[in-house]
């Protein structure tokens, strides 16, 4: 597993961003894999963002709950981060990543991950 993020850039305050993520390295499909974002802010440890089980089920933290959501696109093979009314304090490096196949549940621990993308630059404005 090969991970790539595409769709990073600079909005204003308020905005909509779309992240996506996909599987560079061959066609393997990416729904086995839990999967997750994490962002990391200047000067700050990286955090857990949102993140998607092989089971479909989510969990967010707080402070981006109600205004992102994680999916899985099947047809494309992609993961997605759907961004809404973005504030300055989403200003980050957004990664994607996977755990190992055999781990299907949800979590927001980075430990727990295996594969990692390098990761896209997004800039929230005021």
């Known amino acids: 597993v090969q991970l790539v993020e595409f769709g990073g850039g600079s909005v204003r305050t308020g905005g909509s961003l779309t992240l996506s993520c996909g599987n560079s390295?061959?066609?393997?499909?990416?729904?086995?894999?839990?999967m997750a974002w994490f962002r990391q802010a200047p000067g700050k440890e990286r955090e857990g963002v949102a993140a998607?089980?092989?089971?479909?089920?989510?969990q967010y933290a707080a402070s981006v709950k109600g205004r992102f959501t994680i999916s899985k696109d099947k047809v494309n093979n992609t993961l997605n981060l759907e961004m809404r009314n973005l504030q300055v304090e989403d200003t980050a490096i957004y990664y994607c990543a996977a755990r190992d196949v055999a781990n299907m549940y949800s979590t927001l621990v980075s430990a727990a991950f295996h594969y990692w993308g390098q990761g896209a630059q997004v800039i929230v404005s005021s």
């Open positions: 998607i089980g092989a089971d479909g089920r989510t």
């Open positions: 390295g061959s066609r393997t499909s990416l729904s086995p894999y839990s």
